[in-house]
């Protein structure tokens, strides 16, 4: 049987990779569509590449129904061979490939390739989707230029889309219509795209710098044009941002978004084309949260900035990824901070990348499926498409630009486009144009030491230890480091790790700088370079005891032992000119807090200290400091986090301990959540900016504070306000606020809120997904929350087959919600295995994302650890499992 499926998802490795052997220099594709069968014409310039040995021509094609094939105009004989499509070498060095073949799009529930979804039809081609369109040379680095002539029924399907410019469309006999598409640009298969559906657009037309003028579009359902204006916005604003810091403008006179009801990811760049998920596309103030509208900003940003960075120059290969991956995220985190403006918002924006990297990446990089952030070998390539090639790759890009300084790396870029222009390259090429362009920095001097962070998996831990010697004056801090082994990789070289930092006095104040051998102290904050195992630096003149404020800024994607004390968190907690480390101590002093109470025994109070107390107290009432700042700091780390941190974890200790944490800060500092939730009250118009947006997570997380407390006590007085603003609020956020905060606390409230939310917003798929999620996502309290999930599984709104419901119930259990399924009776341990089982035979992408949830299970304290490895084990057992869901299964299962 295990070889049976190997054969079936074969290792494809990095150092196999061998150039193409043909190129396709133009095609010709044509689309007779219907959703049961669409027939699809493809006329191909081949060539074959004389400097390599003659050949057969090897097809990929995936599902397909394949009616003839026509070499020059005659027919030809060809064999199947590995799920390829065979014709022997052609005599001639170019020729012309004829094909014909149908597919079943309303039957594709994989949603890869051509696929029904609401009245329409969509492709997903990234990675491997454009073989289940037609046979192709389905790779990143053959790039043809694609002319598409679509023909559909005009009813059915009025707007017909494809990559690049439209040459003509209008009417054909029968009732429909007909659209021909040109994209000047060559491109691989996966960025080609087609759209057949009854839309309507939202429009912009824009200047660029040059004058040039661009029409931009966002295509929704009929309904929905007044949930659009803030995608359009974020684009023009992408727009604006990628000329004005990278000189990069846009190259094609028309730019599409289309909004996708069912949609395996978050969006997809195709060229001139993007096609979105609704939740990245539709928002309103009355339906979309202050998140919902930054996580469009981000993304639409994203798809966009991918149009140079992905697009222009893309991937030679698939293990290449975060070439492209990694350093958009990096554009789009940078465009998110320079759109957030104050130096606090950019501190929140940076705080939020940071919590996110080490909620998914870091609990990656320690289970089987840590890889390095360019893979050596997959078997399912979707499975790669991973926190650690977007989220890593995208800290790998944020070093390069620590130590080359922000105009280093805008030569970087130019000089990385100057070489690339329409080539698909590899991470090599990347990094050694930013070094190139660079020849004088820490990057240049030590490139191959660099590029570990490419080829090592692993988060490296480093420990950092300060000596103040009085007499001397010297203040001498050694770092070490060490990453450990993770699979495939026993043994780990020293990585270059730059490391921000600012010395503090206990008084608050910043140290002036100055490092042995230097002539004069320069500035508060330095970043050292760290090239060894083991390395000190010596500063001098240093007068009394500092504590040292490490790692600045997150400035590399480290597990830091800094050995500092409670006192000095304290003093970083309220000094530290830095918002990060600023935050990040108050995390600290908190998870402290949650270590020694799971470190005592389970009878053993846990009673919250004065001094973390008034900490926060102080914090909390700080005039000078942002609310989004404070919401973040008043937030204490989450389960998943410290699960990752600690070993052989209790989840359900480790919940009961937060919670009761929880409840003692409600209680303690009660008149000062009263005072925040009244202080933070958004008068004017409502705005997603970085301002309202503070404004209200802090009055939402006193809100649920206050509620949270009167619960303990029996006071109805907060509970029923926040019954009130859930009825009268203006905007989602706090509407959604208001119920989360009856649903995480007041089991009463909370029904009659349910039922109402669910009946004004029933027509909303969206905001029916926040409905499943809340109540999903909910504290668990003697298994209460597990029990509704199990009852809204039958509920007539909730479906399998439509990946954000999906997502909404099942992941915001496994993935989101460890003490409602980590239980004892090892009842959500069934539940996943049933689940996987179940997504599998219909979408193995989804499937094999939602296993992900017992990647680590090995750091589980019995019995749970015991349970969990059943429960992988019963889904192992299943003899058709797909080759997604069989690699992450295999790997967790692994010695
Ligand atoms: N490039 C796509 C992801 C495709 C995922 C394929 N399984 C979206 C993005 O990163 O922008
Ligand atoms: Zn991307």
Known sequence: ????????????????????????????????????????????????????????????????????????????????????????????EAFTLEIRNTIAPEKNTQLSGLYASGSGLFTQCEAEGFRRITYFLDRPDVMTVFTVTLRADKKKYPVLLSNGNLLEQGELANGKHFAKWHDPFPKPAYLFAVVAADLVAREQRVLSRSGKEHLLQVYVKRGDLDKTEHAMNSLIASMVWDEARFGLALDLERFMIVAVPDFNMGAMENKGLNLFNTKFVLANAATATDVDFDGIESVVAHEYFHN?????????????????????????????????????ARGVRRIGDVRVLRERQFPEDAGPMAHPVRPDAYQAIDNFYTATVYEKGSEVVRMMHTLVGREGFAAGMKL???????????????????????????????????????????????????????????????????????????????????????????????????????????????????????????????????????????????VLDDGLSDADLLVLLAHDTDAFNRWEAGQRLAANRIRAALAAPVEAPVVLDDAFIAAMRALLRDASLDAAFKELVLTLPSEIYLADQIEGIDPQRLHAVRESLIDQLAAALHADW?????????????????????????????????????????????????????????????????????????AELAEPALARFHAQFKGEALVLDKWFMLQARAPERDGRVFARIQQLLQHPDFTLGNPNRARALLFSLTHFNPAAFHRLDAAGYAFWADKVLALDTANPQLASRYARALDRWRNLAEPYRSAAREAIARVAAKPDLSGDTHEIIQRALAD
């Open 416 to 558: 990385y486009f100057a070489r690339h222009d329409g080539q698909a390259v590899t991470c090599d090429d990347f990094a050694q144009a930013m070094a190139d362009a660079n020849p004088d920095s820490a990057l240049a001097a030590n490139l191959e030491l660099f590029k570990r962070w490419y080829a090592q998996a692993g988060t490296p831990r480093l420990q950092a230890r300060g000596v103040w010697d009085a007499e001397a004056r010297t203040w001498t801090l050694t770092l070490a480091q060490h990453n450990p082994p993770s699979p495939g990789q026993a043994d780990k070289l020293p990585q270059l790790i730059p490391v921000a930092l600012g010395l503090l006095k206990r008084d608050g104040t910043a140290l002036p700088l100055q490092l042995a051998g230097e002539a004069e102290a320069g500035g508060t904050e330095r970043v050292l370079v760290m090239t060894e195992a083991t390395q000190s630096f010596t500063f001098v003149n240093v007068d009394a005891e500092v504590v040292p404020s490490l790692l600045r800024g997150f400035s590399a994607p480290v």
């Open 1 to 92: 049987m295990m070889l049976l499926r190997e054969a079936l998802a074969p290792m494809v490795r990095r150092q196999d990779y061998s150039a193409p052997a043909y190129r396709i220099r133009a095609v010709e594709l044509t689309f007779d569509l219907d959703a049961a069968k669409t027939i699809v014409g493809s006329r191909l310039s081949v060539e074959r590449d004389t400097a390599l040995p003659v050949q057969p021509l090897r097809l990929d094609g995936e599902d397909l129904n394949l009616l003839r094939v026509l070499v020059d105009g005659q027919s030809v004989s060809f064999r199947h061979e590995n799920g390829q499509l065979v014709i022997d070498a052609p005599a001639a």
């Open 674 to 746: 009263a005072w925040a939730f009244e202080a933070h009250q958004v008068k004017v118009g409502y705005k997603p900016d970085a301002w309202q947006t503070g404004q209200r997570a802090l009055a939402n997380l006193a809100l649920a504070m206050l509620v949270r407390h009167a619960v303990a006590t029996g006071d109805p007085l907060w509970p029923g306000k926040a019954y009130q603003r859930f009825k009268d609020a203006s905007n989602m956020t706090d509407r959604l606020g208001a119920l989360e905060a009856l649903v995480n606390a007041h």
């Open 308 to 344: 140079w960075t992905g697009n222009r120059v893309t991937c030679r290969d698939w293990f290449q990824l975060s070439l492209k991956e990694g350093l958009t995220v990096f554009r789009d985190q940078e465009f998110s901070m320079d759109m957030a403006g104050s130096p606090s």
